[in-house]
């Protein structure tokens, strides 16, 4: 009777570290659509990001693999236009050891290739950081809610991204690699580059509901409680 009174209470918490646990979503996943071009243009000490394409100007053409936490197969990825609206450097740009960083905020919408009122998903940011290695020719546009300072907000009009639009923490990654020039500091912000590369992943995580904590907590206490009674009661006979 102990070891069955022992295992309900185990089990009780085990569902409480379950319940606890954080979910993550891979939101959406993207790659290179066709061609376009990615660019960092300096004005003065601020570095604006822009997209452009021959086929649609303003925007960068790429290819979605994963939306809404489903995997697509290869025939049925989505043609869709990444656009840079107004991603702009917030602050100077920093080397330590050599890490170059500067934080940027702005919006960054994906939606569909041929009708732009389908809104796979947009991205409006502040203080994500813009990364790389002071010489090289690769860097990352990271963005996270739940670093201090920084703002992520999503939307979307696509049912299968929509569940996942209020999740507590919001996460956005873009790399972009063969930087045409090597990544510096040119008075005080990151100095021009383009780049025909890119891909890029958007995830979300989320947190137990309170109720789902708060059933797995009574049932470990539950479980327990009787094991000690048990325990007491056997001494004392």
Same mark, same amino acid.
């Given at each position: ?9 185990? /089990?009780?918490? =085990?569902?409480? =570290? ?31 990001? *822009? ?26 990825? #989505?043609? =869709? ?9 917030? /602050?100077?740009? !920093?080397? /330590? +050891? ?33 990364? +790389?290695? =002071? +010489? ?16 992520? *907000?999503?939307?979307? *009009? ?22 045409? /020039? ?7 912000? #990151?100095?021009?580059?383009?780049? !025909?590369?890119?891909?890029?992943? !958007? ?9 789902? !904590? ?10 327990? +409680? ?12």
């Amino acid at each position: 009777m102990h070891s069955k009174l022992f295992s309900f209470a185990v /089990a009780g918490l =085990a569902a409480l =570290a379950m319940s606890s646990s954080a979910n993550a979503a891979a939101v959406l996943s993207f790659g290179i659509g066709g061609s376009g071009t990615k660019a960092a243009v300096v004005n003065g000490s601020t570095t604006t990001l *822009t997209t452009n394409s021959p086929l649609i100007p303003g925007s960068f053409p790429v290819n979605i693999t994963t939306i809404g936490n489903i995997v697509l197969p290869p025939i049925l990825t #989505i043609a =869709a236009r990444e656009t840079f609206v107004n991603v702009t450097s917030t /602050a100077a740009a !920093v080397l /330590a +050891g050599t890490a170059i960083s500067q934080t940027y905020s702005g919006q960054i919408q994906y939606l569909d290739a041929t009708n732009p009122a389908i809104n796979y998903l947009t991205i409006t940011f502040q203080n994500a950081v813009l990364r +790389g290695t =002071a +010489g090289g020719n690769t860097a990352n546009l990271n963005g996270d809610n739940s670093v201090a300072g920084q703002v992520v *907000t999503f939307t979307s *009009t696509d049912p299968r991204v929509i569940p996942f639009l209020n999740d507590p923490v919001r996460q956005f990654d873009i790399g972009l690699t063969g930087l045409s /020039a090597p990544l510096a500091i040119v008075g005080g912000t #990151i100095g021009p580059f383009t780049t !025909v590369n890119e891909s890029g992943n !958007v995830s979300t995580l989320a947190v137990p509901e309170p109720a789902s !904590v708060v059933m797995a907590s009574t049932a470990a206490l539950v479980g327990l +409680g009787c094991f000690g009674w048990r325990r007491s009661r056997a001494k004392s006979l």
